[in-house]
């Protein structure tokens, strides 16, 4: 699987959909986002996260989660709730977070063979 893809189980497990646009000032965003994916990846539960920006500053990142207790347990993680203080305060223009449990997946171009 390329590099940029996230490597998931067989479903069923959950994805947090974080749809996002920077503001144009938004300094210390990419060293904050760089190590919450870190930290993410360390955490019980976290099957990965695939995420990506275009040059009009939207962006959207999917972390996938075994459960739901665990990505409730990143939701409350302490750095974690600073990173989401300082993007409210400082770095979004605006968000949408959605959390979704996932049912199927495919890989492709093999597709659904």
């Not at 938004?26 to 930290?39: D, I, K, S, V």
């Not at 990506?52 to 989660?65: M, Q």
């Not at 347990?73 to 996932?102: D, F, M, P, S, T």
Request: hydrophobic content about 40%; proline content about 5%; glycine content about 8%.
């Amino acid at each position: 699987m390329p590099d940029r893809f996230a490597n998931t189980p067989e479903p069923p497990y959950y994805a947090v959909i974080f749809a996002n646009r920077l503001k144009q000032a938004h300094e210390g965003y990419e060293a904050m986002g760089e190590a919450m994916a870190e930290l993410a990846l360390k955490q019980p539960g976290c099957l990965g996260a695939e995420s990506c920006r275009d040059a009009s500053l939207f962006g959207i990142t999917v972390s996938y989660w075994a459960d739901e207790k665990s990505l409730l347990a990143w939701k409350a993680n302490a750095e974690h709730l600073v990173a989401q203080r300082l993007g409210i305060e400082k770095w979004y223009e605006h968000y949408e977070l959605r959390v979704a449990r996932i049912e199927r997946a495919y890989s492709g171009p093999e597709g659904r063979g």
